[in-house]
């Protein structure tokens, strides 16, 4: 039996009547749910806000609230972007607290 005459396609793009056609597994259907790009011009939040957070620091802080909130779940992709500000946070707290520790002392 001929593969156009079963209804599959191993091609993006159906040659009958020129539409695109649905390429998912049925073993993952989970495939493609994370092909929408990221926000913040596609770097996600949590990169995002480490980037803008050297000009910001506060926006360490908002992303380390997001990430002990598990916004991740709603993308894995966002996790490592998230502990990466959630540690810039950690490190500018520190930095803080050694300053004002100088300055008082």
Do not use: H
Not at 84 to 98: F, Q, W
């Amino acid at each position: 039996m001929d593969q156009k005459n079963a209804g599959l396609s191993t091609d993006g793009k159906d040659d009958q009547n020129g539409d695109y056609v649905l390429l998912k597994d049925d073993e993952n259907p989970n495939l493609g749910v994370y092909d929408k790009p990221l926000p913040c011009f596609g770097c996600g939040i949590g990169w995002f806000s480490l980037l803008l957070g050297f000009a910001f620091p506060l926006m360490w802080y908002y992303a380390t609230i997001l990430y002990f909130c598990n916004y991740y779940q709603k993308d894995p992709r966002e996790r490592a972007g998230l502990a990466a500000s959630a540690i810039a946070a950690l490190i500018c707290t520190i930095a803080m607290l050694i300053t004002i520790a100088v300055m008082i002392f």
